[in-house]
Structure formats: structure tokens, C-alpha cells
């Protein structure tokens, strides 16, 4: 079993919807990611959070620590949001990341 | 303030060759962690290294791998006689301390292995 489950693995949606991607994790942790990683492209960091909610823009991400569950929020998708979204999270006990094995989201336009 | 730089970003090497990956990771930063994504596959973690030093390889292979940080100059990802297997992507990522006291992490583009 994957330390990081992460849900859909994939995801085709409308312009405009609201998009919901789901993590849960097994690992006591220090903090949670949420990285985008565009086709052929490199990954960027779009939060880290370790308690409660924050938001960029268009993109919120919540965690729940008690129920060791996460949420990527994307309001008013757009075509450009199409990308895979990969949680991470930071060991605490350790030096490691796991990483859930994605959610490829398709915005269609 | 440049971010954290992989060369080369594609790769292409015929078997029972050598590969070096490079990473320079961002200013002020000085933990360098490499990751491999296999195709179809997520990302997973090989080894987290300090200036020097090397924390943590309990995710590279016990063979033909290995990794370096030198005091001066960027870390290297060494894969020596390569297979058809290594072919993937390998991410650099860096920090400005460890992981462990939940510090943002940032990574490299990239580096894509091919071998033919």
C-alpha cells in the first residue's frame, strides 16, 4: 500500500468547473504539497501546508490532520490548468517525500 | 534569484554507457534531493544529500548508482553502464534545510534519460 493515495487518477473536466482532487496519506507528517507537473515539463510547488487552508488564486488546498486527508481546490478551471497534480508529503520522521502517483486533469475548453 | 538548475535537461545514452546528471539547486540552499519518475509511474525518492555529504540513499539502487555534493560546484547524479531500464526522468529538488521541519521544496525541470 502507497503511503500517499491520491483520487481521481484522472480527470476531464469543463471550463469554468469547480475541480476537487482528494490525498490521503498514512505517514505521520510535517508537512503536506501539492505540486502541478505540466507534459513533458518540470514540477512546481504550488502549496505546503501542514494545518487548515490556503489559498493562491484560483487554487485552495485544505488539510485535515486529524483524518490525515488533503484537498486541491481549482475554481473556474481553464484549459491551461491542465496538468498532473501530485501530493507529496514530508516524512517526520525521516527525510523523505511519498508521493501519490498523481491525478492527470484534462480542462476542456 | 535563479531556482534550482538541471542540466543536462534530455539525455540520450546507448547501453553499457555513463550518465551524468547535474544539479545546481538555489541560492542559500544547501540539502539536494534526487527523485526518479519512471514512465506510467510516480516519483520516487533516491537520495537526499548535504554539501559533502550523503544523508539518506536508501531509495537509489545498490548498483551502478551513485551521488555526489561537492563543496564547490553542483550535485551529480552518476549512472554508470546504463540499461534500457534507467531510462526516465530525474528531478533535483532543494532546500534550505531538511525536509523534516516542513520546508518548502523546490525542484529542477528535469532531466530526461533516454537509453537506446
Known amino acids: 500500500k502507497n503511503e500517499v493515495e491520491q483520487s481521481p487518477q484522472n480527470l476531464t473536466a469543463q471550463e469554468g468547473e469547480f475541480i476537487t482532487i482528494n490525498c490521503s496519506y498514512s505517514?505521520?507528517?510535517?508537512?503536506l504539497h501539492w505540486l502541478q507537473q505540466h507534459p513533458g515539463g518540470g514540477i512546481v510547488s504550488l502549496f505546503m501546508?501542514?494545518?487548515g487552508k490556503k489559498k493562491h488564486g484560483r487554487l485552495i488546498a485544505t488539510i485535515n490532520i486529524q483524518e490525515k486527508h488533503s484537498s486541491l481546490h481549482i475554481t473556474a478551471s481553464h484549459p491551461r490548468d491542465s496538468a498532473v497534480y501530485i501530493c507529496?508529503?514530508?516524512?517526520?520522521?525521516?527525510?523523505?517525500?511519498?508521493f501519490g502517483t498523481g491525478t492527470s486533469l484534462t480542462v476542456i475548453p | 534569484n535563479a531556482g534550482v538548475m538541471q542540466n543536462p535537461r534530455h539525455l540520450v545514452r546507448r547501453r553499457g554507457q555513463e550518465a551524468r546528471l547535474r544539479c545546481s539547486p538555489m541560492?542559500?540552499?544547501?540539502?539536494v534531493y534526487w527523485y526518479r519518475q519512471l514512465p506510467e509511474e510516480g516519483l520516487k525518492f533516491m537520495v537526499y544529500?548535504?554539501?559533502?555529504?550523503?544523508?539518506?540513499e536508501s531509495g537509489m539502487p545498490k548498483e551502478r548508482f551513485s551521488a555526489e555534493f561537492p563543496k564547490e560546484g553542483p550535485s551529480i547524479l552518476r549512472i554508470q553502464q546504463v540499461v534500457r531500464g534507467d531510462s526516465a526522468a530525474y528531478f533535483c529538488?532543494?532546500?534550505?534545510?531538511?525536509?523534516?521541519?516542513?520546508?518548502?521544496?523546490?525542484f529542477g525541470e528535469g532531466s530526461w534519460l533516454t537509453v537506446v
Open positions: 529538488a532543494s532546500s534550505p534545510s531538511r525536509t523534516k521541519t516542513g520546508n518548502t521544496i523546490y
Open positions: 505517514v505521520g507528517i510535517s508537512a
Open positions: 501546508l501542514s494545518s
Open positions: 507529496a508529503v514530508s516524512s517526520n520522521t525521516g527525510n523523505q517525500f511519498y
Open positions: 541560492k542559500g540552499h544547501s540539502h
Open positions: 544529500l548535504q554539501k559533502e555529504n550523503i544523508i539518506d
